[in-house]
Each structure stands twice: as structure tokens, then as C-alpha cells.
């Protein structure tokens, strides 16, 4: 990374949610009980589809998928802001703050494709039922996870060389509690149209895919004469919709707390969002919605129980 007015970046300064150092062990015991929870309500979800025969459709596949990229996705953040947390020490090298940038450009962006996969999976499903177990086959299935893992760290990777090349001011405060991508572009002297154009791209992609597929589904579902047909094909991808609305509707409110009036502080704590508590709530919602999946759960939890 290149400076101007400086022999060169060896360093990034977190400043994190609060500088207040009351609110330090309530901020270290949120983060980490949110962290635990997602963690383990995800290899909880996993093991479900793993250990259980019937869940082995492309649905949960995809599903165990999603659950093993929010695990990562959160270790990539969390972690690092208990230590600065517990250190105090807010610093992150350049090489760190580049490698957090990579992998979580890694695993958002893969986020994005799962759930685009996902989408087309349920209007597969619904609008060419018959064809369902042709076309959703387990070598499609994991072609397009292996595709969406390419993707991704390409996807990464170059977003990752570009900021190499950026030039950066004497200020190097980051008001947020990890290296987000969107921050280091505010920090950068030089020219970023490129890098928010890659950015945006990043989202317009999947969201249009997931958009395309819905409306399929909908205008199929609504033409179901039966009461009974329209509420099961509703029933099939309501849990699916459910975390899109979440992760978009979040990220949507991400976007416009970062381009609207907003103090740094209430831009990272809308943040916090999207990167913690939407891998934390996805679990629930399919757990909830899905009564093969709780079942299997239950019998889980009964049985760990039982067993100590």
C-alpha cells in the first residue's frame, strides 16, 4: 500500500464502536456470546443435514454450505475484535488489514452466491417439480458451490490487489471495529471510482438472480387453483425468503447508513448487523421454519443431554 505524506502504511487504528472504557467488558461479552451462539447454532445445522438421510437434498446442501461459510465468515471478524478488546490494543498491520479484507470479501461474496443458488434450487422446485430431481442433481450441486468458491476468491483476490495499489493519507483511523473494504476507500487519497464500481457489482449480480427467480416462483404459485397448493408451494421457500429479506434488507440499511449524514460510529453499529447477528439469526429461521430440520435438532440437543 502506498502513502502520501508518509514513508509508508505499517499500521491501521480500529476505533471500534465505543473509545468508553465502562463499556469495553459489555461490548468483549456481546461479541462473544453472539459469536458462540452463531458458531454453535450453525454446527448444529450441519450436523443435522450430515447425520440425517432424508435432509440430503440440494436444499440442504446448499443449507449446510451456508452454514460453514457463516461460521467463517464470523471468525474472520470477531475474534480480532475480543483481542483488541481485551488487549486494548486497537492496531492492525497492513498485512492483517489486507488479509481481513480478502477473506471477507471471500466469504460475503460467496454468501451472495449461496443464496442465489438457493433460489433458483426453490424455483426449480416449484416451477418444474417434475423436473426437480433431474435438473438439481448432486453433481450440478456441487459444480455450482465449487463455482461460487472460485468466484469468490477471484472476486476477492482482485479486490484485494487493487487496494494494494491505492495511496493512502496521514490518517489512518478506521472509525469501525474491523477492515471493511468500504471504509479503507474513504481513507484512500487516490482514485476509488474502480474499486466502488467492483463493490456494487458484487451485490447487483446475485440480488438480480434471486429477484428473477422469486418472480417465478410467485406468478407460478399464485396460479395454483387449490388454497392447499398455493400455501405449500409458499411453504417450500418461505424460510429461504425469509433470510434474503434479512441479509439484503440488512445490507441494504448498511449501504444507505454509509452514503447518508450519519456519525462513523452509528455507520459501524449498523454494521454490526450484518456481519454478526444475520449468521446468528439464519439458523433460527430455518430451524423454525423447517420441521425436518428442528426435529433433527431436537433429537440433537435431547440426545447430547442424555448422554452427559
Same mark, same amino acid.
Request: hydrophobic share 45%; aromatic share 10%.
Given at each position: 500500500?502506498?502513502?502520501? /505524506?508518509?514513508?509508508?502504511?505499517?499500521?491501521?487504528?480500529?476505533?471500534?464502536? $465505543?473509545?468508553?472504557?465502562?463499556?469495553?467488558?459489555?461490548?468483549?461479552?456481546?461479541?462473544? $456470546?453472539?459469536?458462540?451462539?452463531?458458531?454453535?447454532? /450453525?454446527?448444529?445445522?450441519?450436523l443435522?443435514?450430515?447425520?440425517?438421510?432424508?435432509?440430503?437434498?440440494?436444499?440442504?446442501?446448499?443449507?449446510? #454450505?451456508?452454514?460453514?461459510?457463516?461460521?467463517?465468515?464470523? +471468525?474472520?471478524?470477531?475474534?480480532?475484535?475480543?483481542? !483488541? @478488546?481485551?488487549?486494548?490494543?486497537?492496531?492492525?498491520?497492513?498485512?492483517?488489514?489486507?488479509?481481513?479484507?480478502?477473506?471477507?470479501?471471500?466469504f460475503? %461474496?460467496?454468501? #451472495?452466491?449461496?443464496?442465489?443458488?438457493?433460489?433458483?434450487?426453490?424455483?426449480?422446485a416449484? %416451477?418444474?417439480?417434475?423436473?426437480?430431481?433431474?435438473?438439481? /442433481?448432486?453433481?450440478?450441486?456441487?459444480?455450482? +458451490?465449487? %463455482?461460487?468458491?472460485?468466484? +469468490?476468491?477471484?472476486?476477492?483476490?482482485?479486490?484485494?490487489?487493487?487496494?494494494?495499489?491505492?495511496?493512502?493519507?496521514?490518517?489512518?483511523? @478506521?472509525?469501525?471495529f474491523?477492515?471493511?473494504?468500504?471504509?479503507?476507500?474513504?481513507?484512500?487519497?487516490?482514485?476509488?471510482?474502480? /474499486?466502488?464500481?467492483?463493490?456494487?457489482?458484487?451485490?447487483?449480480?446475485?440480488?438480480?438472480? @434471486?429477484?428473477?427467480?422469486?418472480?417465478?416462483?410467485?406468478?407460478?404459485?399464485?396460479?395454483?387453483?387449490?388454497?392447499?397448493?398455493?400455501?405449500?408451494?409458499?411453504?417450500?421457500?418461505?424460510?429461504?425468503?425469509?433470510?434474503?429479506?434479512l441479509?439484503?434488507?440488512?445490507?441494504?440499511?448498511?449501504?444507505?447508513? $454509509?452514503?447518508a449524514?450519519?456519525?462513523?460510529?452509528?455507520?459501524?453499529?449498523?454494521?454490526?448487523? !450484518?456481519?454478526?447477528?444475520?449468521?446468528?439469526? !439464519?439458523?433460527?429461521?430455518?430451524?423454525?421454519?423447517?420441521?425436518?430440520?428442528?426435529?433433527?435438532?431436537?433429537?440433537?440437543i435431547?440426545?447430547?443431554? +442424555?448422554?452427559?
Amino acid at each position: 500500500m502506498e502513502s502520501e /505524506n508518509q514513508t509508508g502504511v505499517s499500521e491501521f487504528l480500529l476505533l471500534g464502536l $465505543s473509545e468508553d472504557p465502562d463499556l469495553q467488558p459489555l461490548l468483549f461479552g456481546l461479541f462473544l $456470546s453472539r459469536y458462540l451462539v452463531t458458531v454453535l447454532g /450453525n454446527l448444529l445445522i450441519m450436523l443435522a443435514v450430515s447425520s440425517d438421510s432424508q435432509l440430503h437434498t440440494p436444499m440442504h446442501f446448499l443449507l449446510s #454450505h451456508l452454514s460453514f461459510v457463516d461460521i467463517c465468515f464470523t +471468525s474472520t471478524i470477531v475474534p480480532k475484535i475480543l483481542v !483488541n @478488546i481485551q488487549t486494548g490494543n486497537k492496531a492492525i498491520t497492513d498485512a492483517g488489514c489486507l488479509t481481513q479484507v480478502y477473506f471477507f470479501m471471500v466469504f460475503i %461474496c460467496m454468501d #451472495h452466491l449461496l443464496l442465489t443458488i438457493m433460489a433458483y434450487d426453490r424455483y426449480v422446485a416449484i %416451477c418444474h417439480p417434475l423436473y426437480y430431481a433431474i435438473i438439481m /442433481n448432486p453433481r450440478l450441486c456441487g459444480l455450482m +458451490s465449487h %463455482c461460487s468458491l472460485f468466484i +469468490s476468491v477471484m472476486n476477492a483476490l482482485l479486490h484485494s490487489l487493487m487496494v494494494l495499489h491505492l495511496s493512502f493519507c496521514t490518517d489512518l483511523k @478506521i472509525p469501525h471495529f474491523f477492515c471493511e473494504l468500504a471504509q479503507i476507500l474513504r481513507l484512500a487519497c487516490s482514485d476509488t471510482l474502480i /474499486n466502488d464500481i467492483l463493490t456494487s457489482l458484487l451485490g447487483v449480480g446475485p440480488l438480480s438472480g @434471486i429477484i428473477f427467480s422469486y418472480t417465478r416462483i410467485v406468478s407460478s404459485s399464485l396460479r395454483i387453483p387449490s388454497i392447499g397448493g398455493k400455501y405449500k408451494a409458499f411453504s417450500t421457500f418461505g424460510s429461504h425468503l425469509s433470510v434474503v429479506f434479512l441479509f439484503y434488507g440488512i445490507c441494504v440499511g448498511v449501504y444507505l447508513s $454509509s452514503v447518508a449524514t450519519l456519525s462513523p460510529r452509528r455507520r459501524a453499529v449498523a454494521s454490526v448487523m !450484518n456481519t454478526v447477528v444475520t449468521p446468528m439469526v !439464519n439458523p433460527s429461521v430455518y430451524s423454525l421454519t423447517n420441521r425436518a430440520i428442528k426435529g433433527d435438532l431436537r433429537t440433537l440437543i435431547s440426545g447430547t443431554f +442424555s448422554f452427559s
